[in-house]
């Protein structure tokens, strides 16, 4: 028993630092996913340059491009860091239907797709 109350508090506190370490790219890709629904069809290939963003620390760079937008760690990051990532907003987004996806590109940077 006492196993499975560790184990319950351990999993709430690593959910909480997930959402104290990423609230700002929360805030950010939030901010990109309204404007995608609100006043954006698209921001095109290149119309989302006046819309690229940066954490206050520069850790993180949010980019619209599409009807995507790109989430890359702005120093040498780790394949799991971009895992982490991925699956801190995967989680953000599980219940919004205005994301259909969040993954991994090929590049390694993380995209969320709102493509209809």
Do not use: W
Not at 3 to 20: P, R
């Amino acid at each position: 028993m006492q196993k499975i109350i560790l184990f319950v508090i351990a999993a709430t506190i690593l959910i909480s630092c997930n959402m104290i370490k990423y609230r700002e790219v929360y805030s950010l890709t939030d901010e990109v996913v309204e404007l995608l629904q609100s006043e954006y069809e698209s921001f095109g290939l290149l119309g989302g340059k006046d819309y690229v963003r940066y954490t206050k620390d520069n850790e993180y760079k949010v980019t619209p491009i599409g009807r995507m937008i790109n989430v890359r760690i702005e120093r040498y990051a780790e394949m799991e860091e971009y895992e982490d990532l991925r699956d801190a907003l995967k989680s953000h987004y599980s219940n919004d239907s205005r994301v259909h996806d969040v993954f991994i590109n090929e590049l390694g940077t993380v995209m969320i797709d709102c493509r209809n």
